[in-house]
């Protein structure tokens, strides 16, 4: 109760990128920071659910479940999204289905049809 508070900001570290161009097929385990600028076909989870920052840009796809702590979303995703720290839905977000039990910030402009939840594991969004 009395404790430090969470720190709900993504990490600043990327350690790893999927480029623009780049389709990758198959689950990816991850630790620290990844970005995606291309496509991942496949689940994409952090590594034992340690802290890790995933973006995903504005020309990204994923069509798969994320499990991570931090999710910053500007591109399209096809698949449930678990957050459990911080997420942000940017501008160019499209997604189907978002749970989630965390802090969130989300811009003028994401894709997203119905109501939010903070409570998974109920779908909160949905892609016109």
């Not at 590594?47 to 991570?68: F, K, M, Q």
């Amino acid at each position: 109760m009395f404790g430090k508070s969470k720190d709900h900001t993504p990490m600043k570290r990327i350690d790893s990128l999927i480029g623009a161009g780049t389709t990758l097929t198959g689950d990816i385990v991850f630790t620290g920071g990844l970005r995606i600028d291309g496509t991942v076909i496949g689940n994409v989870h952090a590594s034992n659910g340690e802290a890790s920052t995933l973006v995903i840009s504005e020309h990204a796809r994923v069509a798969g479940e994320i499990r991570v702590s931090h999710l910053v979303i500007n591109g399209e995703v096809e698949g449930p999204v678990h957050a459990t720290d911080y997420l942000e839905l940017q501008p160019k977000a499209r997604s189907r289905e978002i749970y989630f039990i965390c802090a969130w910030k989300c811009m003028s402009g994401p894709r997203l049809k119905a109501g939010s939840s903070s409570k998974a594991p109920r779908p909160a969004a949905w892609w016109n």
